[in-house]
């Protein structure tokens, strides 16, 4: 089992930034990918960004170039949200996939209001 939890949603200004991090905990496995998924209300759970063991990611278009997915250990990952809009609203899930299996946070706040 995997236990995952986000942490750094809040309010922000339109052009503002959060950082969003993921702390994995529980039988964590080093061949592993990491993503940041969001939810807004009444739309579909859109994936925003994923990165794997090896470095490589992958990016939703409407958030490339404004954020940035990173790793320091197999465990914590980080989601950099730059020029924030208020269409980033939403509430921000992290999800790890490793052997199979997949596991979720119980996802955090970001709203994007002046």
């Known amino acids: 089992q995997v236990q995952l939890v986000e942490s750094g949603g809040g309010l922000v200004q339109p052009g503002g930034s959060l950082r969003l991090s993921c702390a994995a905990s529980?039988?964590?496995?080093?061949?592993?990918?990491m993503a940041w998924y969001r939810q807004a209300p009444g739309k579909q759970r859109e994936l925003v960004a994923r990165?794997?063991?090896?470095?490589?990611t992958d990016y939703a278009d409407s958030v490339k170039g404004r954020f940035t997915i990173s790793r320091d250990t197999v465990k914590r990952a980080y989601l950099q949200m730059n020029s924030l809009k208020p269409e980033d609203t939403a509430v921000y899930y992290c999800?790890?996939?490793?052997?199979?299996?997949?596991?979720w946070g119980q996802g955090t706040q970001v709203t994007v209001s002046s």
């Open positions: 999800q790890r996939d490793q052997s199979g299996l997949t596991y």
């Open positions: 529980g039988t964590v496995f080093s061949i592993y990918t």
């Open positions: 990165i794997d063991n090896n470095g490589f």
